[in-house]
């Protein structure tokens, strides 16, 4: 469609290989002009694949592997690398003296994921050149701090966590890959009044606001993009048998996107919440994640100048 921008975005991929390739191939398979993944990229399990004699041996998705041969090894590290964790071989006195010493453990953790956000980098790079697409990739609330600076190196991927920026002659973008404080204590959080502020003083940045994109990691509370189990306790709440659900978005991300009314908000954090609602005239999306089976949800959303000409949830 002339002048026309469309985007695919897709967000919580939590460090599955197969969900990040499933992200880049959208460019092509649904000739996007703009790919945008919007936090949460990185995985938190490392899986110790310890030599016994010539195999290797590996506790995963439940279950005792044994990998007897060069072959059998590669594709066990790469089934772990698509489900979202992270596969290191070791010595058996190598695991055992990490077992025992957490600064050794988050070192590993650190390596591991350092040197797959490189590779990332470079299938980025490999898959995209010359394509004439954009691509954004920013952090969420789980991912660490040293994740900037390993995506600040890619040559192709641009992570503007915190920033404005231009994706096309009309529109902009603000990115806020904080959440509002979670049980779960992670990096990147912020109570909601100074959630608002930060979110603020980037949106009187821009231009034209009714025609900006607020990629925000964190959902708007109560719009039904943000409805996670009831934890009580760290422990599940149910009633009847049944999962008793909760809003976990952000008031603050709510009152800013009620301010402004950009054309639209794309989040993320809340897995179970895919779906798309209305805040005033701003279109709200979620499109949800099932990273853990190597399934991709995503969103396509075609941007004219001053509406959001069609948008459509898909799942690869």
Not at 116 to 143: H, I, K, Q, T, Y
Not at 161 to 184: C, K, L, Q
Not at 251 to 274: D, K, N, W
Request: net charge negative.
């Amino acid at each position: 469609m002339a002048n026309v921008t469309r985007i695919f975005y897709a967000s919580d991929i939590h460090g599955s290989e197969r969900c990040f390739l499933k992200f880049l191939n959208a460019a092509k398979f649904y000739r996007a002009n703009v790919l945008i993944l919007g936090g949460d990229i990185t995985g938190k399990v490392v899986v110790p694949l310890i030599r016994q004699g010539s195999a290797y041996e590996a506790h995963f998705l439940g279950r005792a592997h044994r990998a007897e041969t060069a072959e059998e090894v590669e594709d066990l590290e790469k089934a772990i690398r698509f489900n979202g964790f992270y596969p290191v071989r070791l010595e058996r006195d190598e695991y055992e003296v990490i077992s025992a010493d957490k600064r050794k453990q988050n070192q590993l953790f650190e390596e591991l994921v350092v040197a797959s956000l490189r590779r990332w980098m470079e299938l980025a790079e490999e898959r995209l050149a010359g394509m004439g697409v954009r691509c954004f990739v920013n952090p969420g609330n789980d991912d660490e701090r040293f994740v900037d600076e390993i995506l600040a190196q890619g040559k192709y991927v641009q992570n503007i966590d915190g920033d404005v920026a231009p994706i096309d002659d009309d529109h902009e973008m603000v990115v806020v890959g904080y959440s509002n404080r979670t049980p779960f204590d992670s990096p990147r959080e912020m109570p909601e009044d100074a959630l608002e502020e930060h979110i603020v003083q980037l949106a009187e940045r821009l231009e034209n606001p009714g025609r900006a994109v607020f990629t925000l990691h964190v959902p708007p509370n109560g719009t039904g993009l943000d409805h996670a189990p009831l934890l009580r306790d760290g422990q599940v709440v149910t009633r009847g048998g049944h999962t008793v659900m909760t809003p976990v978005g952000s008031t603050a991300v709510r009152r800013v996107i009620e301010r402004f009314q950009p054309l639209l908000g794309l989040h993320g954090h809340v897995h179970e919440s895919r779906g798309v609602r209305r805040l005033g005239r701003t279109l709200c999306v979620n499109p949800g994640s099932e990273y853990s089976e190597g399934v991709l949800h995503g969103a396509i959303v075609n941007l004219g100048k001053d509406r959001v000409a069609g948008y459509q949830l898909v799942t690869a």
